[in-house]
């Protein structure tokens, strides 16, 4: 079932990528599908991220503490590995006091 | 097959292929603590070639979602996907075949993407595939290591990796959020219902996976409505 699940979503993914760049070549003038588009990683990665980051660890304290300090190295405009290690260690660091 | 333009590629991809291994790392952790196996990990990564799609992917395996399910979630979430094909299809060389063209599009990431159109001059095969190819090594190979790994990690250490993903996500979205007040007004309202469906009783009943497209389609839908991109990038707000 799990490889049903996989090749479902490479399937979709492929063709996404695959009938633009073979059969329609023509650029998208709709304005509003535009901006549709324009937003959504932004739109899908947050609703990943909250709530869900919340329970990733072994205490909602500790996963407050990753995202805030996420928040707050993203904002100062850090790259992805350095926002992502930080989020980590502040995890840890919450975990260390609390548990 | 131009080996000057595939080594030139190769060269691009080398960076793009670093920060691949340290993403797919904290992925491979998921997919053991979502009860996956490191080769089922791995053929999804060497598959997909996304980080948002897989990861709303194994939230919908997980959960135990239908494969509808899971097909609309891969649609709507690697949707922008066809927009980078639209735009490389019109970098392309004319010498780039139908045949290549379909090689191509198999791993056309946003990053890869990025690098390719920001080359200024027309693209050929032998540039694309020496791009292409040590990220998808990266990418694949970070998810068995980070999967391999995760057995071995003390506790602690595995609950702290578990935020990893969920910081690059955030790392993505919060410097333009700062730039945008559009892109925040979006993001926020994304927060928002994927709270309410959450942690409102009545809601419950919704999966993860639909969760995930209800937020992004309402929110991106409004955003689209009151602050429309003007071009590629740049909002009214």
Avoid: H
């Amino acid at each position: 079932m799990i490889y049903l699940y996989i090749l479902v979503m490479a399937a979709v993914t492929y063709l996404i990528r695959a009938v633009p760049l073979t059969v329609f070549q023509k650029k998208i003038e709709n304005r509003y599908i535009r901006s549709f588009l324009y937003y959504v990683p932004y739109t899908c990665l947050t609703a990943m991220t909250v709530p869900g980051i919340f329970y990733a660890t072994r205490s909602p304290v500790s996963a407050a503490a990753g995202a805030l300090a996420a928040a707050g190295l993203a904002f100062r405009g850090k790259g992805l590995v350095t926002v992502a290690a930080g989020a980590c260690a502040a995890v840890f660091v919450a975990e260390r006091i609390l548990i | 097959m131009n080996k000057q333009e595939f080594r030139c590629g190769l060269k691009d991809g080398a960076p793009i292929a670093a920060g691949y291994l340290s993403v797919s790392f904290s992925f491979g952790i998921m997919v053991l603590g979502g009860g996956l196996s490191i080769f089922q990990g791995a053929l999804m990564s060497l598959t997909n070639m996304t980080s948002a799609g897989q990861f709303a992917g194994l939230q919908v395996i997980i959960a135990g979602g239908t494969l509808l399910e899971m097909a609309v979630t891969q649609f709507i979430i690697n949707l922008r996907y066809a927009l980078m094909s639209l735009s490389l299809s019109q970098k392309l060389s004319d010498a780039v075949t139908f045949r290549e063209r379909l090689v191509i599009a198999f791993a056309n990431t946003d990053e890869i993407f990025a690098v390719a159109v920001g080359r200024g001059k027309s693209l050929t095969f032998s540039y694309m595939l020496g791009l292409q190819l040590l990220p998808v090594l990266g990418w694949t190979s970070g998810t068995v290591l980070g999967a391999a790994a995760s057995g071995l990690m003390p506790p602690a250490l595995g609950s702290a990796l578990n935020v990893a993903l969920y910081g690059m996500f955030i790392a993505v979205v919060a410097p333009n959020a700062r730039k945008s007040r559009a892109v925040l007004f979006a993001a926020a309202l994304a927060a928002a219902i994927s709270c309410m469906i959450y942690y409102v009783p009545a809601l419950s009943g919704i999966s993860s996976g639909t969760a995930i497209i209800l937020s992004t389609v309402a929110a991106s839908a409004a955003a689209a409505f009151l602050f429309p991109v003007r071009e590629e990038g740049e909002t009214e707000a």
